[in-house]
């Protein structure tokens, strides 16, 4: 019987920090998304919640394709 | 003769365990879209069966030992493996009647124990093995992935809170049906390849394949099929526990779930501690109910699941021993089990007629639980 306890520990670690950083960045996206709505009803642009927004979903897109490669060739 | 017909009763028993897998299993990844609406019940089933097969043909990492060091597979017969399977069946069947979602791999496990041990001996069977293969896994898996969940999906609630909800409940379905995306892939890479290394190991023992062989196509192929075309019947009333019986699932929360249960599955195994599928959604969901509000989680629900997911190892093996006993007494037992195995599946399939659960009904349910029907995507309410 050897619980492999350090593995699990590194499990929740990693775990924790990559989704949670994720579910924030995405959230992060879709304030970003909330301001240019809001900024577009005013008639003003709203570029700068795109760009956020933008920036974003790119890097959780990053991830993502990380994960795809880590499925398909780990 | 007869060695080489119970290998083709074994292969077709390993199939159809591979299928009870794939609807067993749905729920984990799609429960929550289905819930928050971010996908249609059918669309979901479909989306994660196409993944899940897809899944299946990417990885090319054949685990060596199907059974993962729990059994002594050098004592196995495919008589006892069948015995294992019927057990695993059963179990499933009878889980997914009640609604619970409980650990395929447990099942299979079980009943190989089970199986393993009442005709190769006990000592056949690694009980230390059973802690730390297990044990420690069943009670971390959930725990890990509902801290993480119930971190992000509290988060999430603080910043949107004075955001427009229009577009938080868009934005966060859209990130859904990705996120689960990827639990239905990672899911397929998984749990497919365990149907693959059973028929693979079964015509080891069987001399029809060298020893060390990787899985024929054919087997690659009919193991995907299997899984998927399981994952497409859609097991509805797993997914109704899932989606809507542990708590209410907004976007936001939904998407906390699948990210964190995403993470954690290919974080366990690629750091080389694996956790169950099922235990770490089912922790996720509650974990994400837990960060928006604790009193809407029902407590007497998550505690029925946990119950299931201690018996479902005891259980699946005691089948799996009566069956594996009788399956390897010759082909009169192998054919009797055959048969009550069929039985109870018949039982099973007639019980389940009266009060069906399918795509539409697990829809419709939704609606009438909640008024404010979290299908319309434009009048989705977020409460903080």
């Known amino acids: 019987m050897q619980v492999k306890w350090a593995a699990l520990g590194e499990v929740f670690l990693v775990g924790f920090g990559v989704a949670v950083s994720v579910v924030l960045l995405f959230t992060l996206g879709v304030l970003g998304l909330s301001a240019r709505a809001t900024a577009r009803e005013r008639g003003a642009g709203g570029g700068v919640g795109q760009a956020l927004a933008g920036v974003c979903f790119t890097a959780c897109g990053g991830v993502v394709l990380y994960g795809v490669y880590l499925i398909a060739f780990g | ?384």
């Not at chain 2, 001399?207 to 024929?216: H, R």
């Not at chain 2, 109704?240 to 907004?250: A, F, P, W, Y």
């Not at chain 2, 994400?288 to 299931?308: E, F, I, S």
Request: with cysteine; charged share 10%.
């Open chain 2, 1 to 384: 003769m007869e060695a080489s017909l119970l290998v083709v009763v074994v292969v077709a028993t390993a199939l159809i365990f591979d299928f009870t897998n794939g609807f067993h299993d749905t729920a984990n990844a799609m429960a929550s879209s289905i819930a928050t609406g971010a996908l249609k019940p059918r669309t979901a089933v479909a989306l994660s069966a196409v993944l899940n097969l897809v899944g299946a043909f990417l990885s090319v990492e054949v685990a060596k030992t199907i059974s993962g060091g729990l059994v002594d597979d050098a004592r196995i017969t495919p008589a006892v493996v069948f015995g294992g399977l019927v057990g695993a069946i059963v179990w499933n069947l009878v889980t997914w009647f009640v609604g619970l979602p409980s650990s395929s791999s447990h099942a299979l496990f079980g009943g190989l124990i089970g199986a393993t041990w009442i005709s190769a001996g006990a000592d056949a069977v690694h009980f230390a093995k059973l802690v730390d293969k297990i044990l420690v896994p069943a009670v971390a898996a959930p725990l890990v992935a509902g801290v993480i969940a119930m971190t992000g999906s509290f988060l999430t609630y603080r910043l949107v809170r004075r955001a427009r909800q229009d577009v938080v409940g868009r934005g966060f379905r859209a990130g859904q049906v990705v996120s689960a995306s990827l639990v239905s892939l990672a899911h397929g890479t998984n749990d497919a390849q365990k149907t693959m290394g059973i028929i693979t190991l079964t015509m080891i023992t069987a001399g029809m394949l060298p020893a060390q062989a990787g899985p024929p196509t054919w087997v690659v192929v009919s193991a995907a099929l299997a899984i998927a075309l399981g994952t497409y019947v859609g097991g509805w009333r797993i997914i109704r526990t899932l989606g809507k019986g542990l708590t209410s699932i907004e976007a936001p929360q939904g998407f906390a779930s699948d990210a964190s249960a995403a993470t954690v599955i290919l974080a366990s195994s690629h750091l080389g501690f694996p956790l169950s599928t099922t235990h770490v959604c089912s922790g996720s969901i509650v974990g994400a109910g837990v960060g928006r509000r604790a009193p809407d989680v029902r407590w007497g629900v998550a505690g029925r699941m946990v119950l299931a997911w201690l018996v479902t190892l005891p259980a699946s093996a005691g089948v799996g021993a009566v069956a594996g006993k009788l399956s390897s007494t010759g082909v009169v037992g192998t054919v009797a089990v055959a048969a009550m195995g069929l039985a109870v599946g018949a039982w099973i399939y007639r019980a389940s007629r009266r009060n069906p659960v399918n795509a539409e009904t697990v829809a419709r349910a939704e609606q009438a639980d909640e008024p404010e029907s979290p299908v319309e995507p434009a009048s989705a309410p977020v409460t903080v």
